[in-house]
């Protein structure tokens, strides 16, 4: 069974474009979530889509936005690149079972801004 | 602020020894998980907790979650290099409908 699959897996930009990154869910999975991690931290929410409707959003700008197609994978999109931005970008389709998460996560995509 | 504190943030130990990594907070949580990330992956789940006071173990992982719901710690027994890895605990915040987690723990386990 495939998991989560994202891509590119490595995108290199310059300050001030912007960026697509794709994710394909798990199939049945109809949630969507993304996450930055910067190098050393832990996973930061940027955006849950269910149902291709915005169920969360984190605490990032504007700059970072997303949708979710009807066969339910999603991108995320970011503009006006900062050095900043550089981090690995996380997908995670899931489950929810009662008031548990199930989260299964891709291998991410790895954003160098220079 | 961490809603999600982590401790030791980095930790190298011999194979064969026991360590223990802790995830506390001040805030009550329905439940907590703990991931695994190896570099280039993703995190994967090891464990859900759920209820005050319940252990859960994993072949030599043991996992605890507080009475109080507030912390958890993750056991390792006779740590192998296989081990190695980040470790993150996340608590699932109902309603906003998002994990949030600590900043993990390195975890190195030499031959």
């Known amino acids: 069974d495939a998991g989560v699959t994202q891509s590119p897996t490595h995108l290199i930009k310059t300050r001030g474009q912007h960026v697509t990154l794709r994710c394909s869910p798990i199939?049945?999975?109809?949630?969507v979530s993304w996450y930055q991690q910067v190098l050393g931290q832990g996973p930061q929410f940027i955006f849950q889509?269910?149902?291709?409707?915005?169920?969360g959003r984190g605490n990032f700008p504007d700059r970072f936005s997303a949708r979710q197609f009807p066969n339910y994978s999603s991108e995320l999109n970011v503009n006006a690149l900062l050095l900043g931005d550089s981090a690995l970008y996380l997908c995670?389709?899931?489950?929810?079972?009662?008031?548990?998460?199930?989260?299964?996560f891709g291998q991410g995509t790895r954003l160098t801004v220079v | 602020t961490q809603l999600l504190e982590q401790s030791p943030q980095f930790l190298s130990i011999q194979e064969g020894e026991n360590l223990t990594v802790y995830c506390n907070s001040s805030?009550?949580?329905?439940?907590l998980q703990w991931y695994r990330q190896e570099p280039g992956e993703g995190p994967v789940l090891l464990v859900t907790?759920?209820?005050?006071?319940e252990v859960k173990k994993l072949k030599r992982l043991t996992f605890q979650f507080g009475d109080a719901r507030k912390d958890s710690s993750l056991h390792i027994t006779a740590a192998q290099p296989g081990d190695t890895g980040l470790y993150l605990c996340?608590?699932?915040?109902?309603?906003?409908?998002?994990?949030?987690f600590g900043q993990g723990t390195r975890l190195t386990i030499n031959p």
């Open positions: 995670a389709s899931s489950l929810e079972q009662g008031r548990v998460l199930r989260a299964f």
């Open positions: 199939s049945g999975h109809k949630s």
């Open positions: 889509y269910y149902e291709k409707e915005e169920r």
């Open positions: 805030s009550v949580f329905s439940s």
């Open positions: 907790v759920v209820t005050g006071g």
């Open positions: 996340a608590a699932l915040i109902q309603g906003a409908q998002k994990l949030v």
